[in-house]
């Protein structure tokens, strides 16, 4: 049988309100909404639920607002324990407010922090090493809580011995990326933009995707692994003592097609981390073949992901994953247990 490790996410939940119009509102005009719906999000929090479903036990440390009660009942319903998640009664959650196009698709949207840059001490930073490292196997990170925290809770997990996850979205700036504690962390996730915009600063002159990843490895050389999704073309990873660069094709959507892409790569991310976390702590060195089937696996979810509306609400089940990708989805029985 596989052993599952827990994975913590440290990161944001925010409320997310969606209007729909007929177009985005222009200087000075004032127009209806057709349609109102009000969501849990946040990237922290959709990849804690996508992990969740993913059949992780994980758990969201987090800050809520004064009006943000009902989104614990929402985490909940999904699997996320809850014991780290903190209220700071002075401040909203934090917000999205989103115009959505109901002709054109497209969309604009205006974010508040709130709660998710609350000044309150967050019940992580109360976590000792040993807490750490007897409660945890795995730290998954992105970039919409305070750098100042990303970086600390970051520092303590590899110090505690954890494996360090970093989802940098949205990016950090030109100053963060310098100052970034790279020999801390394990595994980078990002999309080809991100990358681009990493290489910018750290590696310049990469010409296409394997490029990328190739000036990046060149310059990170401590990290574990680079996995750079590319949305309809797949995925592409460099492994640190990998002979080659891993491709993994997208995932296949049913007739139909996409519907939403909203949530893809938190649903993909999320994925990642809970099949990285069933493999033991201190093993072999993750080999290319294994990579490609995690990959695999990751792929598939985020593009079933793309069949429904939402984010947390889109995200499909290990099972589901596996009835879409057939009988012969996987080599090896040991994944099996992953739907125990």
């Known amino acids: 049988m596989t052993s599952r490790g827990k994975l913590l996410v440290r990161g ?129 990170l992105q970039n919409e809580i305070p750098f100042e925290s990303t970086q600390q809770a970051l520092r303590e997990a590899h110090q505690a011995g954890l494996v360090t996850i970093f989802n940098p979205s949205p990016m950090l700036t030109k100053e963060q990326l310098e100052g970034f504690e790279w020999d801390e962390l394990d595994w980078l996730i990002i999309n080809e933009g991100e990358g681009e915009e990493l290489v910018k600063v750290l590696a310049p002159n990469a010409a296409n995707a394997e490029g990328i990843l190739r000036s990046l490895r060149e310059k990170l050389k401590g990290l574990t692994g680079i996995i750079m999704t590319m949305g309809s073309q797949g995925v592409q990873a460099d492994l640190k003592d990998g002979k080659r660069i891993v491709s993994v094709g997208a995932g296949k959507v049913e007739e139909g097609g996409v519907k939403d892409t909203t949530g893809a790569g938190d649903c993909f991310t999320g994925y990642f981390a809970t099949l990285l976390s069933t493999l033991p702590r201190g093993s072999s060195p993750l080999k290319e073949n294994k990579l490609e089937e995690i990959l695999k696996i990751s792929c598939q979810a985020a593009a079933m992901c793309c069949e429904k509306p939402g984010a947390m609400e889109s995200v499909p089940t290990l099972a589901e994953v596996k009835e879409r990708l057939g009988s012969n989805w996987i080599a090896g029985q040991e994944w099996d247990a992953l739907l125990v």
Do not use: C, M
């Not at 729909?20 to 005009?29: L, P, Q, S, T």
């Not at 929090?45 to 996508?50: C, E, H, I």
């Not at 440390?61 to 699997?79: M, P, R």
């Open 12 to 140: 944001s939940i925010n409320i997310d309100e969606f209007f729909v119009v007929d177009h985005i509102v222009k200087v000075g005009e004032t127009i209806s909404s057709k349609e109102y719906s009000r969501r849990a999000g946040g990237k922290g929090a959709n990849q804690a639920v996508s992990a969740a479903k993913a059949g992780a036990t994980v758990e969201l440390a987090a800050t809520l607002g004064n009006d943000g009660a009902w989104l614990k009942e929402t985490l909940a319903s999904y699997g996320v324990s809850q014991s780290l998640l903190a209220v700071d009664g002075t401040l909203p959650t934090g917000r999205a407010v989103i115009q959505l196009s109901h002709r054109t698709a497209d969309n604009s949207i205006v974010l508040l922090p709130g709660s998710n840059f609350s000044s309150l001490p967050s019940p992580f930073s109360q976590l000792s090493p040993s807490d750490l490292s007897s409660s945890f196997s795995h730290l998954l």
